[in-house]
């Protein structure tokens, strides 16, 4: 079945250094990419969707681009803040299940001054 | 601004014992979800609605049940609580059942099982 999968459990960096987390899909059906972000005790909220092959999205300073060569739609900030600590899901929007999202383990990205 | 709410922000409760959580969207979306949020952080379809179908997640137990009166509520229902039913449950909400639209997610309903 289609799954999402997130390398990275957990992310610690200084404030003002670049982020990454992957993200890499297997699908057997149409392509719709989301990161979600979650903040402690808040609810999950989007952060950035694509289905277009090789097209960059951009969102609060966060890009992403799908890539369907690679099945890979990595998350990436070019300088975190300490506002971006939280956690992260990559999620594969699934056609077979009322567009339900099925989503990766998560990365929880913790960054320090 | 919060558009999707959930009662009661935290339940705890006995092995056996039945419990239901409540869920309202004000968005006008026609689908709605419940998701599981386990100790771990993994997060789980359990159903996906909307005033024509209902989808099951086939890994979830019989003893959950969605419970609808309109398409701005979903109800979850737990006929028999277990402890391994401990975890954040979250409503979320879209709009087009078939198309690529952002959920709105609930402050979920934290559930411990004694």
């Known amino acids: 079945g289609d799954s999402v999968t997130q390398t990275e459990g957990l992310v610690t960096l200084t404030e003002g250094l670049p982020v990454m987390l992957n993200c890499t899909y297997q699908t057997a059906y149409s392509t719709f990419l989301f990161w979600y972000v979650q903040h402690l005790n808040e609810a999950p909220k989007l952060l950035l969707k694509s289905s277009t092959d090789n097209k960059r999205t951009e969102h609060q300073g966060f890009h992403a681009t799908l890539h369907k060569s690679s099945s890979s739609f990595h998350l990436q900030k070019s300088s975190a803040q300490l506002s971006d600590s939280a956690l992260y899901y990559c999620a594969l929007s699934d056609p077979q299940g009322g567009r339900a999202l099925i989503f990766g383990t998560g990365t929880t990205v913790s960054v320090s001054p | 601004e919060t558009a999707v709410f959930q009662t009661p922000n935290y339940h705890v409760t006995q092995v056996g014992n039945e419990v239901s959580f409540n869920c309202k969207q004000t968005l006008g979306h026609d689908t709605m979800y419940w998701y599981k949020q386990d100790s771990k952080k993994l997060l789980k379809i359990m159903f996906s609605?909307?005033?024509?179908?209902?989808?099951v997640n086939e890994t979830v137990p019989r003893r959950f049940s969605p419970q609808s009166s309109d398409k701005a509520h979903l109800n979850l229902r737990i006929k028999s609580v277990e402890p391994e039913d401990s975890a954040v449950y979250l409503c979320a909400s879209s709009f087009n059942w078939g198309g690529y639209a952002e959920q709105f997610f609930g402050p979920g309903t934290r559930l411990t099982v004694l």
């Open positions: 609605y909307n005033n024509k179908q209902l989808i």
